[in-house]
Every structure is written in C-alpha cells, then in structure tokens.
C-alpha cells in the first residue's frame, strides 16, 4: 500500500505561488516514442522545456516478424535515438521489452531470450512495453517472464493496458504483478483513466495517464484528477507515436495545472521529479544538463559512437 497522497485542500492550495515571470516547466516525458516523430518535434519539444524522455519498445503498427528484426530496433532505440535527442539538448532513454501485440505471434517469442542481452546497456531504464493488448493466455506468459527480466537486471517495468479494457486489464495486470517478486513500487501501470487508477494506487504500483487528443485523458481531465487525489507516484506523459498525438501535450496539462491553482513546484513534482524518482531506480538514468549540443558523432548498432 502507498502513504497518503497529498490532497488539494491539505497541500496544493497552501503551495499556490504567482506566475508573472517568463517561465518554463523542465519536463521528462515518462512515455512518447520518438522513433515515429521528426526532428521538427525535437526542436518544439526543447523549446517547451523537454529535457528528458523515455521511449518504451512498441509495435509499429506493421508487425515485425523474427528476433532480427527487434535486435535492429533495439539498437536504434539505445544507438541512433539518443544521438539524434542530444543534437537538441535532451536526453533519451528506452525501455525494452516484447509488446504484448506481437506477443502473441510465436514467430516473435525468442525475443524475450534476446533481451537479457540489452538490459544491461547503458540507457535502458526499465522493461517495456509489457502487459496486456487482447488480454491472452500467451500475453500472461510474457507479462510474467519480462516481470522476471526486470527483477533479474534490477530494473522497473513499464507496463502498459487497452483503454478499452481499464478496469479489467488493471486488475490482471495487478494479479500478475502480485505473483511476481518485483516490488510494486518498481511498477508503473500506464494507459489509466479515473476509472482504473484507484485499484493501482491501493496496490502501491505507479500511475501512468497518457494524454492524448481523442483517447484516455485530456489536459483537463488530469488536472481535475490530480485536484482530487494529489501528485503522489503519478506519471503523465504525451505518450506521443505514429497516429494522431502530440508531444506538447506535456506543457499544455502542466500550463492546466497551474492555470488551476496548482504551484510551479507541483508541476516540477509531476513532470520532472516523480519520472526522475521512478526511472532513476534502474541506476542508468541521465539527467545531466546539455547546454550546448555536442560534437557530431555518429552512432553504431548497440549503441556505441564513431567519430
């Protein structure tokens, strides 16, 4: 079980500070995948005050077919996204995982033999996407061996569910999560809504709300749940990737935020020191201020740099 989440009355009211000088939040987006978004976004997203992300492994909507193919895509997400983040001044971390999609695929199945040689890399920050898509036997078996992936390279689990199954898709994830040795607190559950939260929160697992323009939860949604239930181990990112989402959508809940009566020190809490507090557990996570873009380099497979 979590402690007491801090409550609009007892600490966001006592907190509400003036807003009248130039001032951007620093973000860490929790959950957006840049390997769909172009160097445009990366620029807005500098702009706007993104210093960080994390981009957990996906589906891309065409599904891949054979372990050679993930090994690609894993090494881009720890080789050529970071160089790509960096030229802007921010940060990139991955999660890696099998996505439960394409879990169900028995072409697929040997990449959970593949991860434990990417784990360890530097930049990996937790496993993930894992979790539930259609809610099959075969996802309860990935769910359950990459549960066992994180505890093994001591890393929290980014774990995703269908909107469209919340409540339900919670509360299997939950009983998974349960008969695993990971920890709750080295477990966020994203993709909730007001109607999910409330079983992850008594679980003492992490809160995640993706934002997004027609799915899950607006700007104005998140606030009035945060007006209700406090900033405490809560997530909230753009979740941004190939269909139609925005990776502003980080500012503009946090200008909700305050626009509500929330402090500056609120909005830092939610969008920088709650990812920093939840990713910063793997012990690989980088948040070292970028001045200044650095030399070129470019990258190889695995991660490493040639000049």
């Known amino acids: 079980m979590i402690g007491s989440v801090t409550t609009l009355e007892s600490g966001v009211a006592g907190k509400r500070d003036a807003h009248d000088s130039p001032w951007r939040p620093r973000i860490l987006d929790a959950h957006i995948h840049m390997t769909s978004r172009t160097t445009d976004d990366y620029e807005r997203m500098a702009a706007a005050g993104v210093r960080a992300v994390v981009e957990p492994a996906s589906c891309p909507g065409q599904p891949r077919t054979n372990p050679a193919s993930f090994a690609d895509y894993f090494d881009a997400l720890i080789g050529w996204e970071p160089f790509r983040a960096v030229q802007f001044g921010i940060r990139h971390h991955a999660a890696l995982g099998l996505d439960p999609k394409e879990a169900n695929d028995p072409r697929c199945h040997d990449v959970i033999d593949l991860l434990p040689e990417y784990l360890d890399r530097d930049g990996v920050v937790a496993v993930g996407e894992i979790g539930y898509d259609s809610m099959t036997p075969t996802e309860d078996e990935a769910f359950a061996a990459q549960l066992g992936l994180a505890v093994a390279h001591g890393l929290p689990a980014f774990v995703r569910i269908p ?78 990737d190939w269909g139609r ?49 650095p030399p070129v380099e470019q990258p190889r497979a695995g991660g490493r740099m040639v000049g």
Request: charge should be negative.
């Open 245 to 293: 989402s925005d990776p502003l959508l980080t500012v503009a809940t946090a200008r909700a935020m305050l626009a509500a009566g929330f402090s500056r020190d609120d909005v830092d809490r939610v969008f920088w020191r709650n990812p920093a507090e939840f990713y910063g557990q793997s012990g690989r996570l980088d948040l070292s201020a970028l001045d200044a873009p």
């Open 163 to 240: 909107c469209c199954e919340g409540l339900r898709a919670a509360r299997r994830s939950l009983a998974v999560v349960g008969e695993s040795t990971i920890e709750p607190g080295r477990v966020v559950i994203d993709n909730l809504t007001e109607v999910s939260a409330a079983i992850v929160r008594e679980a003492g697992c992490w809160m995640g709300f993706s934002i997004y323009p027609e799915a899950t939860m607006s700007p104005q949604r998140m606030v009035d749940f945060l007006e209700m239930y406090g900033t405490d181990r809560v997530l909230v990112s753009s979740a941004a």
